[in-house]
């Protein structure tokens, strides 16, 4: 990594790299707990302004990254190249386009390539392989080697011809290592795996991932009058499938509600709220704990959050709206598949 940095303080970058990776308990996007491997990459650059989120507060880690939102990252970090090509030859990418300007910019600069053979098609909305990003990451930052020995990928024998050289030196660069020892070069890259891979060449390793800060103390007696005051807000509401207001909740929008009421955001799903948060034992549970249920199908289907004194507040199927249960009949009837403390 030594030589991708002189080349960024030498000016290839328009972000200064001096300042710390993110290693604070705070994250943009909601969904960073489901990517804790990648969770301090997507901060760090969020906040640099390369990567953004495809919508406010959510990143979706694990949706692969477009041609287009690939090279208007890239775009964001070089400066100062020689511009080779004066003509632009896609006809799917039109000056009305969010990355127009960053795709003409990296075509000027010799940097990608379309996706036809007459050159004519850029397919911007297109997922990038891994092989293709490798090409175009290792002319971007200008990364070569002369190599003898292929990395020692079991699957090396699939990286196509033309991506060989910059895939070799991508991944002696350090920029792969989250591969392990398999490329699968014809995989579609994940915004996660994009965001660790920048990372590793804009700033070096990635900070751990630390779990967000907790709002207050959890045995403050404020935290817990307005965990109850949440708790109690969606309490009556009617049970409707997929619903997330107060006009109808289905489980795992009484659980968003009440969490929003405290400033987290949830994902939106049962099993995806599963994902988040540390995991404790049921007889460690505390007042504001997740509790999670498989009713059936042996997958998690209900969730419900744990009030104290073996009850569950929670939005059931049965019995027409939110509220308050004892825990003994779901223990007995359903089988538990976890406990979650996201507070």
Same mark, same amino acid.
């Given at each position: 990594?030594?030589?991708?940095?002189?080349?960024?303080?030498? %000016?290839?970058?328009?972000?200064?790299?001096?300042?710390?990776?993110?290693?604070?308990?705070?994250?943009?996007?909601?969904?960073?707990?489901?990517?804790?491997?990648?969770?301090?990459?997507?901060?760090?650059?969020?906040?640099?302004?390369?990567?953004?989120?495809?919508?406010?507060?959510?990143?979706?880690?694990?949706?692969?990254?477009?041609?287009?939102?690939?090279?208007?990252?890239?775009?964001?970090?070089?400066?100062? #190249?020689?511009?080779?090509?004066? &003509?632009?030859?896609?006809?799917?990418?039109?000056?009305?386009?969010?990355?127009?300007?960053? =795709?003409?910019?990296?075509?000027?600069?010799?940097?990608?390539?379309?996706?036809?053979?007459?050159?004519?098609?850029?397919?911007?909305?297109?997922?990038?392989?891994?092989?293709?990003?490798?090409?175009?990451?290792?002319?971007?930052?200008?990364?070569?080697?002369?190599?003898?020995?292929?990395?020692?990928?079991?699957?090396?024998?699939?990286?196509?011809?033309?991506?060989?050289?910059?895939?070799?030196?991508?991944?002696?660069?350090?920029?792969?290592?989250?591969? %392990?020892?398999?490329?699968?070069?014809?995989?579609?890259?994940?915004?996660?795996?994009?965001? =660790?891979?920048?990372? #590793?060449?804009?700033?070096?390793?990635?900070?751990?991932?630390?779990?967000?800060?907790?709002?207050?103390?959890?045995?403050?007696?404020?935290?817990?009058?307005?965990?109850?005051?949440?708790?109690?807000?969606?309490?009556?509401?009617?049970?409707?499938?997929?619903?997330?207001?107060?006009?109808?909740?289905?489980?795992?929008?009484?659980?968003?509600? =009440?969490?929003?009421?405290?400033?987290?955001?949830?994902?939106?799903?049962?099993?995806?709220?599963?994902?988040?948060?540390?995991?404790?034992?049921?007889?460690?549970?505390?007042?504001?704990?997740?509790?999670?249920?498989?009713?059936?199908?042996?997958?998690?289907?209900?969730?419900?959050?744990?009030?104290?004194?073996?009850?569950?507040?929670?939005?059931?199927?049965?019995?027409?709206?939110?509220?308050?249960?004892?825990?003994?009949?779901?223990?007995? &009837?359903?089988?538990?598949?976890?406990?979650?403390?996201?507070?």
């Amino acid at each position: 990594m030594k030589r991708i940095r002189k080349r960024i303080l030498a %000016g290839l970058l328009v972000f200064s790299i001096f300042t710390s990776p993110a290693i604070a308990a705070e994250y943009h996007f909601s969904d960073a707990g489901q990517i804790s491997w990648a969770a301090s990459s997507v901060e760090k650059l969020y906040q640099e302004g390369i990567l953004s989120g495809v919508n406010g507060s959510q990143f979706a880690p694990n949706s692969p990254i477009t041609r287009a939102q690939l090279i208007g990252a890239l775009s964001k970090v070089v400066k100062n #190249k020689p511009v080779t090509r004066t &003509n632009f030859p896609f006809t799917d990418v039109h000056s009305n386009d969010w990355y127009y300007g960053a =795709v003409k910019k990296m075509y000027s600069m010799g940097i990608i390539e379309g996706t036809s053979e007459n050159n004519k098609q850029f397919s911007p909305n297109q997922p990038i392989t891994r092989e293709e990003a490798a090409v175009i990451i290792a002319r971007t930052f200008d990364i070569s080697y002369q190599w003898k020995t292929f990395p020692p990928y079991i699957d090396a024998n699939t990286v196509s011809p033309w991506a060989k050289d910059a895939v070799a030196s991508v991944t002696k660069e350090g920029a792969f290592s989250l591969f %392990g020892n398999q490329i699968k070069a014809k995989n579609a890259l994940t915004r996660a795996e994009t965001a =660790v891979i920048l990372h #590793k060449i804009l700033y070096g390793e990635p900070a751990p991932y630390q779990p967000p800060k907790a709002m207050a103390s959890r045995s403050s007696q404020m935290m817990d009058q307005r965990l109850t005051s949440a708790i109690n807000s969606g309490l009556g509401v009617p049970y409707r499938y997929g619903g997330a207001t107060m006009s109808g909740f289905d489980c795992s929008g009484y659980t968003s509600h =009440v969490y929003s009421q405290l400033g987290v955001k949830l994902p939106r799903d049962s099993r995806s709220q599963y994902n988040v948060g540390q995991s404790v034992s049921m007889s460690e549970m505390e007042k504001g704990d997740l509790i999670f249920f498989d009713t059936g199908g042996g997958r998690i289907t209900h969730v419900g959050i744990y009030v104290g004194n073996n009850r569950m507040a929670h939005a059931p199927s049965s019995g027409g709206k939110s509220r308050i249960d004892s825990l003994d009949w779901y223990k007995k &009837n359903y089988r538990i598949a976890g406990v979650k403390r996201v507070l």
